[in-house]
């Protein structure tokens, strides 16, 4: 067994879970902040740890650009190069093909695209991007898939979402044949450089690593907007048979209600047993509504992103700290928050560093919006096992504070 | 008595220092970190604390025109305001004044330059550099000097010499009627932020700690590169009177080899029993070499500026960490550094941040720079407690790496 996914408790279509990775235990619902290039920007590891973050994500395409696959996985893998021996996740590239790129051509075989940095010519299918994550080593990896624009007329739907499936099998395929190329199984210096750093991972006790595990591969649903496509993408993928599997082409300028329209829809046919990930989700409120629902992981830029935008999710509701309102405020940003940001520091002081551009600003505001998401979901976690609903906990809110 | 200044072993004309002041115990020879908008550029109070940073800087002409004095007093001055209860030195504004304005008019009352950031009119004399220092409440503030430009002919040398002494008299003159309007006398929430804040500060401890102190105000030689000129305001410096003395004026582009020939004459006329002050240097060798001829005290931009160029200093050598070379070295930065970032993470790792532009790379690189050059005066000091030399002490090179 690769993963194992056991439920511990049940509150409407919520479900208070346990993940067990190669790396790591990981309790879901759970939210995964994205480390794109091998960092979470700004945040050190230790940080990272000390915010008890138990999984977080990387980016295929950017780590394949720079510096490397081969690179990273001499090194052990992502956890020996990042020196982080709690879980990762990375997704396929099969996002940032299609967003970040026009010029893409893209066929049976896959998708010839030009890199976002210098222009020079690459080449994605299911068969090297299961190559490149098995290269990086992450405990849980995505199928290489087709992300169909929004909006897109439903024989485009239907096209995209059966080259998806079609793709999924050749994914497995080459990752059943490959697996056992993990990093962590074939690079020798690999265990030695992870107990050289982070020495005091709270989350590496020899009962919750195991090693021997190999990665394991995740499906993705597609089927753009259309819930019969959606249905047909999740029964194909279940048939095609994944420890665990994600909604994808979701979040991709969608009206909200439409989003959860869909993944209602969804996981329907997903395996109750299983995990169920949402990729690319979403704002506080809607981590918790997603999880209310019945969703078991989620992952976003935009606590990270925000955060270097001085845009801080709080409690009284969302604050924008470059405002000159807080240039004199010697309260903290979040009365209601335990991180370290919201302990120490003032209003004014955030609000200075932001407007003097201080590359501190970006390190404070990512721990913070980090703490506050990890925060709302412990919580939601905590309304499952108390047998509360999970819709608009506490103090979650996303609008701007008055 | 503002603070206390006492020597507790020497060796050669080296001294091992304790320097008391309001807000920390710091042991001499010291170096400063530079923090210059009320942040040590990336790096996190907490994190200054744990490299057991005992005093830092804070830049005066950059802190009044932003945040503004004014902010910064009432959140209690630097100490409330950056939410740091160890130590800090505030510089006067006049080196700044004079680096980073071309357009600027100095008379007899003081200096009218532009705002290097929107180029908005200010005026800087003695009495408004101490208004201004007063209340950013910093434990050490520094008389308001003219910083002679290099080269400069003799009668240009004598002349700004001379105003500087005028200036030190006006500056210790409005200092000594004002200074009993520090923040930490008259702002009555500051021991609230100080104690909401920080709350392990090592060295937070009552005894070492006395509010009731005020501020100390140290004079500062000039005299160009004029050995005379500079025995000649060192002597008036010390007949106006200070608790402590810098030599400023250098590191303006002279030859190594003069700094050293000025620092060493102007040594000679400084008082033995107090705080020498040495502004603006050096290497890791240079601030030993310094420390070695009786300098207390050394500010410098340059491992943090370094760091952020991706430059570090190492028991090895200097390593540009953007080298190819590096690019999968496994390796620590330095195998003889014990901070957190060479007991962790690769050199590849380091040099992936660098390259990818990674706001962690500035983070990591800076927390080992200061690491290094606190290490450095760390075995300078322990040298001297030993009475062993302090010239070139085993492992520190500037060169680069071979």
Same mark, same amino acid.
């Given at each position: ?28 619902p759970?939210f995964?902040p994205v ?40 090194? &052990? @893998? ?8 709690? %879980?990762?996740? =990375?997704?396929?590239? *099969? #996002? ?126 597609? &089927? @753009? ?8 993408? %999740?029964?194909? =993928?279940?048939?095609? *048979? #994944? ?7 979701l979040s991709?300028g969608e009206p909200r209600e439409v989003t959860r329209?869909?993944v ?14 949402l990729?690319g989700v979403g704002t506080p409120e809607e981590i918790a509504t997603y999880a209310g629902m019945?969703v078991?992981?989620m992952d976003c830029v935009l606590p990270t992103r925000a955060a270097r935008h001085g845009l801080l999710f709080t409690s009284e509701g969302k604050v924008s700290i470059k405002q000159?309102?807080y ?6 940003l979040d009365p209601a928050c335990?991180c370290?940001?919201c ?22 505001n990512t721990?913070h919006n980090l703490s506050f998401y990890l925060d709302t979901m412990r919580r939601v976690?905590?309304s ?5 609903g999970t819709r608009s906990p506490s103090g979650v809110s996303s609008q701007p504070k008055p």
């Open positions: 067994m690769s993963i194992q996914f056991q439920i511990d408790a049940t509150r409407g279509s919520a479900r208070l879970g346990t993940l067990i990775t190669p790396h790591a235990v990981v309790e879901t759970i995964m480390g794109t290039l091998g960092s979470v920007k700004g945040v050190p590891q230790d940080l990272l740890e000390e915010l008890r973050v138990q999984i977080l994500l990387g980016n295929t395409y950017h780590l394949y650009l720079r510096p490397g696959v081969e690179t990273v996985r001499r090194l &052990g @893998g992502l956890h020996g190069f990042m020196a982080w021996d709690r %879980a990762i996740l =990375t997704d396929s590239g *099969g #996002f940032q093909v299609f967003s970040l790129n026009e010029l893409r051509k893209v066929t049976e075989e896959g998708v010839t695209f030009r890199s976002h940095l210098d222009g020079s010519s690459h080449f994605f299918s299911p068969e090297s991007s299961m190559e490149a994550q098995i290269g990086l080593g992450a405990d849980i990896i995505m199928a290489f898939d087709e992300c169909t624009e929004f909006p897109a007329d439903r024989e485009r739907m239907r096209t995209s979402m059966e080259m998806t499936a079609r793709w999924a099998e050749r994914s497995k395929e080459y990752f059943e044949e490959h697996k056992n190329e993990v990093p962590w199984k074939t690079v020798s210096s690999f265990e030695f450089q992870v107990s050289s750093g982070g020495a005091d991972a709270r989350n590496s006790k020899p009962e919750t690593r195991n090693l021997d595990r190999t990665q394991s591969l995740f499906g993705i649903v597609q &089927g @753009g907007m259309d819930l019969e496509l959606r249905k047909e993408s %999740a029964l194909r =993928t279940v048939e095609i *048979g #994944f420890p665990g599997y994600a909604i994808g082409g991709v329209e869909v209602e829809a969804t996981l329907e046919y997903l395996p109750a047993d299983q995990p169920r990930y990729m019945g078991d992981m000159a309102r240039a004199a405020d010697p309260g903290p335990g370290r940001v302990r120490r520091y003032s209003r004014a002081y955030l609000r200075h560093l932001y407007a003097a551009n201080e590359v501190l600003a970006q390190v404070l721990v976690r905590h499952i096992r108390l047998g509360e």
